[in-house]
Nanobody
Framework: QVRLVESGGGLVQPGGSLRLSCAAS????????MKWYRQVPGKERELVAS???????DYSDSVKGRFTISRDNVWNKVYLQMNSLIFEDTARYYC?????????WGQGTQVTVSS
């Protein structure tokens, strides 16, 4: 059973930083690409960052230069370091992977950027 559990969200002021974590189980983690998405109510889920099994990374234009995705294949975790946060980064952030022919999602963690 594949399980993804996000943590690390919270309330932060503009310009601040947060580090999200996603713990994965039920898969041979090191073999799978991992992704971070975010979603605001009423809007489509947006791909924010991705990391391949070989640790190649990609980012949406909206977060490039501010966010960093990384992975730890020992602890089966993927991280999203978010710096220089702005109001528009407020969303629920989800960890995702595709395995066994389907997409898996965590329950998400809320990030709120507010002064």
């Amino acid at each position: 059973q594949v399980r993804l559990v996000e943590s690390g969200g919270g309330l932060v002021q503009p310009g601040g930083s947060l580090r999200l974590s996603c713990a994965a189980s039920g898969i041979n983690f090191k073999l799978y690409a991992m992704k971070w998405y975010r979603q605001v109510p009423g809007k489509e889920r947006e791909l924010v960052a991705s990391i391949t099994s070989g640790s190649s990374t990609d980012y949406s234009d909206s977060v490039k230069g501010r966010f960093t995705i990384s992975r730890d294949n020992v602890w089966n975790k993927v991280y999203l370091q978010m710096n220089s946060l702005i109001f528009e980064d407020t969303a629920r952030y989800y960890c995702s992977t595709t395995a066994y022919g389907r997409d898996f999602w965590g329950q998400g963690t809320q990030v709120t950027v507010s002064s």
